[in-house]
């Protein structure tokens, strides 16, 4: 099945490559910089939302509704990446990226010390499934929604140590999830790892919810937090996690292959560091001394990163910050909402024979829509989409069988229209 998944990905990919995206491809700014924005912008005030599409060199003749997978980058951002590399190529200079924790930091909730740089989430989550101090036996509540990376790493440790991995389907409302969650929990339970929001329908699960009870029962609290920052205004502290593994390739807007890692400070002691190297030692190690100095971990959450970082795609993760404050994160979060809420209330129009697999529920969704067509197959629709140029994604994962569409602030509601005549048409 994943290996089909692939190979399909692979083909439709290199379909989409071939015939869209190349053609128009161009990286020249074409607008001017966006002024900071002080207080609230009307979610429908298309004037305003063009200027912000006019930032993005993605392709215009593109419905490009997969943010989910990727966001792609405004021209501030990639010629924060450019300007950052010629730096260390033209002067020599090295180093620097830790100021971009900092700067996570603010961003979602957390201390500097408690941000990790990663290149993707799938490290964060393996940086802590493999750190937990967790035996045979030992209980671990996910969800029958995961992806690969948050799936895989915890299966792993399954076949690796023996853990036992305990599964539910999150309900239509958040109320009804929690209960879920609970239901699971037995003398053996140690830990939740379940995404704050899973790739499969874009449901946003009660994370705040499921950690504060995690928390009382003495488990540990893990959200797979790909999908939060940049759609949802996130405040680690407040959540409640001991750990948040999330990127800044999706809906932060920034160069791909940037990842981070929140691990809350008093956690780190617990957090067992394996992957260690330049920075995530405290500086005082000693081969040469007899005896043999070992050193410590850095007192932060750089202990789980080391070793020279990209600085180039460092800046561009500052620029994708500040592209976001420029607008303001609220207003971006109300135009996702506004996009997707009209994508939901048009996918309901097509009565029973669309299904609509993501919850109604207004504090369980944000900009991502999940459905099926009845009578139409999932691959053979988004081949039709590939074809008209419009860009979304199947989800075979967990035998869904079932079609996505994530939507940003660079889209439009007649994007969202091109998809729906589509489906009619379908
Ligand atoms: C919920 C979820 N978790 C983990 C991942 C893996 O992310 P990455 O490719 O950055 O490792 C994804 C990617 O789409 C995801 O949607």
């Known amino acids: 099945m994943q290996a089909n998944r692939r190979k399909f990905l692979q083909q439709s990919s290199a379909a989409l490559l071939g015939t869209v995206v190349l053609p128009s491809f161009s990286t020249d700014i074409q607008a001017a910089p966006l002024a900071k924005v002080e207080g609230n912008i009307t979610p429908s005030d298309e004037t305003y939302w063009s200027m912000v599409r006019q930032q993005f060199p993605l392709n215009k003749d593109l419905a490009y509704l997969n943010n989910g997978t990727m966001g792609p980058s405004p021209y501030p951002v990639i010629e924060a990446v450019k300007k950052g590399m010629m730096e260390g190529d033209v002067n020599g200079s090295y180093g620097g990226w830790e100021a971009t924790q900092a700067k996570l930091a603010k961003f979602v909730g957390a201390d ?52 036992v991995i305990k599964v539910f389907t999150p309900a239509s409302t958040a109320e009804e999830t929690l209960e879920r969650v609970k239901a699971l929990y037995t003398k053996k339970t140690r830990a939740v790892a379940v995404p704050h929001i899973p790739c499969t329908q874009g449901q946003v699960l009660p994370a705040k919810e499921i950690c504060t009870w995690a928390k009382e029962n003495g488990l540990f609290a893990f959200i797979d937090g790909a999908h939060g920052p940049g759609m949802l205004l996130v405040d680690l502290h407040e959540m409640g996690c001991d750990a948040y593994a999330s990127c800044s390739h999706k809906w932060m807007l920034g160069p791909k292959g940037t990842g981070f890692l929140y691990v809350k400070k008093s956690f780190q002691q617990t957090l067992q560091t394996y992957f260690v190297g330049g920075g995530s030692d405290n500086g005082k190690w000693n081969m040469a001394s007899t005896p043999i100095a070992t050193g410590a971990y850095a007192d932060s959450a750089h202990r789980y990163y080391g070793g ?51 919850p ?65 048409k379908a």
């Open 360 to 424: 109604t529920e207004v504090r369980s969704r944000a900009g991502v829509n999940g459905f099926r067509i009845k009578g139409v197959n999932f691959n053979d629709f988004y081949k039709t989409c590939a074809d008209n140029k419009v860009r979304i994604r199947v989800v075979q994962e967990n035998s869904l069988n079932s079609l996505r569409m994530s939507t940003h602030i660079y889209n439009t509601k007649e994007e969202i229209d091109r998809l729906m005549a589509l489906i009619q």
């Open 308 to 358: 020279t970082q990209a600085s180039g795609l460092y800046k561009g993760v500052d620029a994708a910050i500040d592209f976001i404050e420029t607008i303001g994160m609220a207003n971006i979060h109300e135009r996702i909402m506004y996009l997707s809420s009209y994508a939901q209330a048009e996918l309901l129009k097509f009565g029973d024979k669309v299904e609509l697999i993501t």
């Open 112 to 163: 500097e010390n408690e941000i990790a740089l990663t290149h993707n989430v799938t490290d964060g989550i393996n940086i802590v499934c493999w750190g937990l101090p967790l035996k045979k036996g030992d209980e671990v509540i996910m969800t029958t929604h995961e992806h690969v990376g948050n799936a895989f790493p915890w299966l792993n440790r399954q076949m690796v140590h023996g853990i």
